[in-house]
Each structure stands twice: as structure tokens, then as C-alpha cells.
């Protein structure tokens, strides 16, 4: 049982390149976020995901697309990298109301993104 | 939208000094967790709050459900080395849920 998982964990982008963050999780949870993480700043929400074939803004998703087109992934898409989404991602993952661990929501290791 | 406010924003204390945090909400929650994030590491969660007024353990760290609904504490006894890293509080949004900005905590050995 791996828990979440993220690759790659470290890039280094260009200006203008594009890339795609992969976040997995087996423990089957319906809901899947992504967070970046900048200092002073906390965890701010990217997109996030109810559900295989679902997704919704969060707080910060301008320069961000994502998918889930299964349930054990969700993927983060830069399109055109800018310097200012230098930051470390996080994706996260937390199961359904009715559970035990209701809002009790896992984390991965983190992707440290550097664009240039 | 809902706001959560940690203070203190950074600590540094001595080994072996206990530690005191708090997380308040502009809203009511009815569930507040709270997290460690150790350097280079995602979030793991520590203490998981479900009613108002409850107090939990885990340890030497202790929380509580603030009896308002709008705030919550922790409080760890007796830190050590391995205490140094950003404590988030988290309660749940309308989905999602809304971390606050860390206290970042420095232990003197």
C-alpha cells in the first residue's frame, strides 16, 4: 500500500515549456486535489476532483488544467510554464462520507518545480 | 470564503519547553484537523477534532475543539529535535479543506 504518490519529484522547466504532474493513489478515494505550496503562503488549492471524470477550480487554478479519467490518478498540466508557478506541488487524496477517516485527507511527497 | 488565522507564524523555543498554537475560523467547522509537515515532505496528519469541546492526544501532542466551533489548539509537551517542521490547521471547506498558513516551529537543541 503505497499511499499517494507524485512523479516526477523534482523539474526544471523553461519559460514557455509544458509539462504534466502525475498524482496516484490505491486506496481507491473518490476525492483527489492538487495544492501548491509557496513560502509564507500555506497550502493553496489548484483544482480538485470529486470523482473519476470530474474536476473544479480551486482557489488558485489560472495557468493549470488537470484531468481524471481514473479514479487512481489525476494528472496537473502546465501548459506554459511561468516563472511564478516555481513551486513545490502537492496532490492529495481522501475518501468518501461514511468512512472513518471522513475529511481525513492524505498527502504525497511533493514535485519541486522550478521554472526559469 | 472561509479563512483560517495560525498563530504564531514561526516559534523557536528550547528542547524540552512545551509549545502552544491555535488556528481560528472566520466560520463554524464541525471537524478541525491538524498536520505536520516535516522539511522536504508532504503534510501527514496528526489529531483529528469531530465535536466541540473535545480534547485529544496523541503523545505528547494534544488538541481541542474549541467549545465556539470557530477555533482550535495544539499543544505539544516536552519538545524534542524531531518537533522542528510547519504545523497546518485544516478544517473542511465546501468541498475541499482549508489549511491555514503554518506555524513553523524551530527547536534549540
Known amino acids: 500500500n503505497a499511499g499517494v504518490t507524485q512523479t516526477p519529484k523534482f523539474r526544471v522547466l523553461k519559460t514557455g515549456q509544458s509539462m504534466t504532474l502525475l498524482c496516484a493513489q490505491d486506496m481507491n478515494h473518490e476525492y483527489m486535489y492538487w495544492y501548491r505550496q509557496d513560502p509564507g503562503m500555506g497550502l493553496r488549492l489548484i483544482h480538485y476532483s470529486v470523482g473519476e471524470g470530474t474536476t473544479a477550480k480551486g482557489e488558485v487554478p489560472d495557468g493549470y488544467n488537470v484531468s481524471r479519467l481514473k479514479k487512481q490518478n489525476f494528472l496537473l498540466g502546465l501548459e506554459s510554464a511561468a516563472p511564478s508557478q516555481t513551486s513545490v506541488y502537492f496532490c492529495a487524496s481522501r475518501g468518501l462520507a461514511g468512512y472513518s477517516s471522513y475529511n481525513e485527507q492524505f498527502f504525497g511527497p511533493g514535485t519541486r518545480l522550478t521554472v526559469l | 470564503g472561509q479563512q483560517l488565522n495560525q498563530s504564531p507564524q514561526s516559534m523557536f523555543i528550547q528542547e524540552g519547553e512545551d509549545v502552544s498554537m491555535n488556528c481560528t475560523s472566520s466560520?463554524?467547522?464541525?471537524?478541525w484537523l491538524w498536520y505536520k509537515q516535516d522539511p522536504g515532505e508532504g503534510p501527514v496528519l496528526l489529531i483529528a477534532?469531530?465535536?466541540?469541546?473535545e480534547l485529544t492526544s496523541n503523545g505528547r501532542l494534544t488538541a481541542q475543539f474549541g467549545i465556539t466551533r470557530k477555533d482550535s489548539f495544539l499543544n505539544i509537551s516536552a519538545s524534542i529535535p524531531s518537533d522542528v517542521g510547519i504545523y497546518f490547521c485544516a478544517g473542511p471547506g465546501n468541498t475541499p479543506l482549508v489549511f491555514g498558513k503554518g506555524t513553523r516551529l524551530s527547536v534549540i537543541a
Open positions: 466560520s463554524i467547522f464541525n471537524t
Open positions: 477534532l469531530y465535536k466541540a469541546g
